[in-house]
Structure formats: structure tokens, C-alpha cells
């Protein structure tokens, strides 16, 4: 079954804090409030969106530090 919005959202923002985000290369976007894939919005950096589905996170080379979260291992 496909992740909710808000399971979404939670695991991308647990990705920013576990990586130390505050320090990431480029943080556009990311905030506790984002609304990635959004009509409304653009998406965070780094976020790729199919329709209103993330479908991809790419931060190579953009300062993160620490472990992936459990939230977004799978």
C-alpha cells in the first residue's frame, strides 16, 4: 500500500533532521511545514514528484550527515 501524504511528509522531514539538514549544501524547501509535490508548491530540493507522489529523493553531494531514518528505509 502507497505511503499516506502525511507518513510522506513525516519521513522526509526525519530524513532532514537525522542528516543534520540545517547544514546540507541546499536545503530549498525543506521545512516541517513543506508540502513536497504540492499543486502549490515546488518541491524540496532534491525531492522528485510524479503527479502528487514523491517518487525519488537525489541529495548526492549535499552534506548529509548521520543515518537514514527508519522512515525512510524502505
Not at 533532521?17 to 515546488?42: L, V
Not at 503527479?51 to 543515518?67: E, I, K, T
Amino acid at each position: 500500500m502507497p505511503a499516506s501524504q502525511s507518513e510522506v511528509l513525516r519521513g522526509l522531514w526525519a530524513l532532514y533532521q537525522a542528516t543534520n539538514g540545517s547544514e546540507w549544501t541546499n536545503a530549498t524547501g525543506w521545512s516541517n511545514d513543506m508540502a513536497p509535490c504540492s499543486s502549490t508548491s515546488s518541491a524540496p530540493f532534491g525531492v522528485s514528484c510524479q503527479g502528487d507522489h514523491v517518487s525519488s529523493v537525489y541529495m548526492r553531494r549535499n552534506g548529509l550527515a548521520g543515518n537514514l531514518p527508519t522512515q525512510v528505509r524502505d
